[in-house]
């Protein structure tokens, strides 16, 4: 298992300054520490919708690289994303999913079948072709730059555990302030 | 154009044009359409919109993802079109609730109404599931537009127009199968 905060300042250290990144709930608070920057895309409501969001932003803008940053309880609220993002095949979208087995963000309970299932079976069983899995943060940060310097799409599972409690300040994620700033950016990208 | 007989208890009304209600799409600058596919819609809209290129078709598992989907395309400035049944428009309340009308996002919804009763007016229809659609919308605020038949067509430009204008949802309601 690995730290998600440190798995975060790995993705980060190959994340450009014109990328876009939509970070998921618990993951979204670790993120705006790792990486406070207005193209990342906050606002995406709720049940699992982010990678749906990601993949009308990967379509609309092709120049820009587009990075998901999941959870494994909100991927299972809208598991075809991945069947439509594989179709559809963006070369710019990287999806990450953050797997702690739990929904954290809402008491900490476990998903469904927590263990059990595999979330890169998922993937490939949806027709992506480049999917990774990572319990190693040493080996992750030794790949992850190459996930993302490789066309997409990329789909990649991250075996984390929480660094500890967080401070959750919802408006930092949907206040109006933050989806304004995030349109200005991407004008002005 | 065909004219279509209605319900028993329907007026008789003309009967809708695919290809009209395409161009209309087309003039709306819409470029991406995004769908799950509806029996109302099928043949008249779904088909032609996949054998063209342009615009392009998404092809989805589930409507509320296409609710995510427009969102990502109206922030990059490009205008999408989800093309869904009532059925999914009702699974899609909680997207449409979040992303839609809580972020005034301009998320378009052409929307295929399952066994309407053609000349019938959707709240009057005996399908429960067609008789709810306009009272659910209107209880969440969501704008509509019934598009019966083929003077109902240059309705969808202005429309779609007011959504991005305005920053705000619209629901396009197909009463009939288009030809």
Redesign the interface.
Known sequence: MMRRDLCLKAIARHVRDDDIVLPVYSTAFDWLDVRPHPLNYLSHGAMGLASSHALGLALGRPDKRVIVLDGDGSLLMNLGTLVSIAEAAPKNLYHFVMENGTYEANGGHPIPNRGKLSFSGFARSAGHANVHEFADLQIFEQQVGAILGEPGPAFACLKVVPAGPQERDYSRLHGPHVRQAFRDALAKS | MASSAGAAEGRTVAGLSGESIIREIKASGIE?VVSVPDITTSEGLLRPLAAAQNP?L?????E???????????????R?LLLIQQTGLLDSI??IR??AM??SLPICMMVGLLEKEVGVPPRQSKRYGVRIVEPVLEAMGVPYVEIEEQADVGKIRPAIDDAYATNHPIVLLIGQRPS
């Open positions: 991406f392009r998404v092809r989805i598992c589930k509320d993802e296409g609710v995510g989907i427009c969102a990502g395309l109206a922030y990059t400035g490009k999408g909680n997207a979040g992303v809580d972020y």
